[in-house]
């Protein structure tokens, strides 16, 4: 069963207006070396974590509300694709255009950045790499070094920290999903400690 996680950072996002290409938002959505407090441990996304990562298919939303229907969406960054995603040193950055003329949620939010209400953005992903600094400590840290798939992105309304946070919306299952992580690291390296006894006893033998 695949693991969900979110993460979210302070962000400069611009609202802009042209006659070739309507109005669009331009933000950066993953951000690479920045700390961010997940209660039980520091997490970082390391350089090149997005190196393999399945970005096929990205929806753009609103608080991580699933409920709501996408304001954008990348297609392999295709000509259908009403977002498009490129990834660069610093990490991911996004352009979206958006039909504020159709949809009003679409309105609001572009309306929220041009005025600097919304200046926060999550990503929901699946990581399946990564390196434990100090499991032994009362607050180890993880670095994340490579991300199976991005699932969403989303302009968020309360980050909690400047750079780097969790989203207050996700604050609860992401604190737990880090707990969980933790546990598992370190049962894992418990259990790789037990092995190691095992061997060395045998040896004696």
Same mark, same amino acid.
């Given at each position: 069963?695949?693991?969900?996680e979110?993460?979210?950072?302070? /962000?400069?996002?611009n609202?802009?207006?042209?006659?070739?290409?309507?109005?669009?938002?331009? =933000?950066?959505?993953?951000?690479?070396?920045?700390?961010?407090?997940?209660?039980w441990?520091?997490?970082?996304i390391?350089?090149?974590?997005?190196?393999?990562?399945? %970005?096929?298919?990205?929806?753009?939303?609103?608080?991580?509300?699933?409920?709501?229907?996408?304001?954008?969406?990348?297609?392999?960054?295709?000509?259908?694709?009403?977002?498009?995603?490129?990834?660069?040193?610093?990490?991911?950055?996004?352009?979206?255009?958006? *039909?504020?003329?159709?949809?009003? *949620?679409?309105?609001? %939010?572009?309306?929220?950045i041009?005025? =600097?209400?919304?200046? =926060?953005m999550?990503?929901?992903?699946?990581?399946? =790499? *990564?390196?434990?600094? *100090?499991?032994?400590?009362?607050k180890?840290?993880?670095?994340?070094t490579?991300?199976?798939?991005? /699932?969403?992105?989303?302009?968020?309304?309360?980050?909690?920290?400047?750079?780097?946070?969790?989203?207050a919306?996700?604050?609860?299952?992401?604190?737990?999903?880090?707990?969980a992580?933790?546990?598992?690291?370190r049962?894992?390296?418990?259990e790789d400690?037990?092995?190691?006894?095992?061997?060395?006893?045998?040896m004696?033998?």
């Amino acid at each position: 069963m695949e693991s969900k996680e979110i993460r979210s950072f302070e /962000f400069d996002i611009n609202a802009t207006e042209s006659a070739e290409r309507g109005k669009y938002i331009e =933000g950066r959505a993953i951000v690479y070396n920045q700390r961010t407090n997940l209660g039980w441990y520091d997490e970082i996304i390391a350089p090149d974590a997005l190196k393999d990562t399945d %970005l096929r298919d990205v929806r753009l939303l609103v608080n991580h509300d699933t409920n709501m229907i996408p304001l954008a969406r990348s297609r392999n960054n295709n000509a259908n694709s009403t977002m498009f995603l490129e990834v660069v040193p610093e990490g991911m950055d996004i352009s979206v255009w958006l *039909d504020t003329e159709k949809n009003a *949620d679409a309105s609001a %939010l572009y309306s929220a950045i041009e005025r =600097g209400d919304i200046t =926060g953005m999550s990503f929901m992903f699946q990581a399946d =790499g *990564d390196r434990w600094e *100090d499991l032994d400590s009362e607050k180890p840290t993880r670095h994340i070094t490579s991300i199976a798939r991005v /699932f969403e992105v989303s302009a968020v309304t309360f980050p909690a920290y400047a750079q780097t946070s969790i989203t207050a919306r996700g604050l609860a299952e992401s604190l737990e999903s880090g707990k969980a992580s933790l546990e598992s690291a370190r049962a894992a390296k418990r259990e790789d400690e037990r092995r190691r006894r095992l061997i060395k006893l045998l040896m004696e033998v």
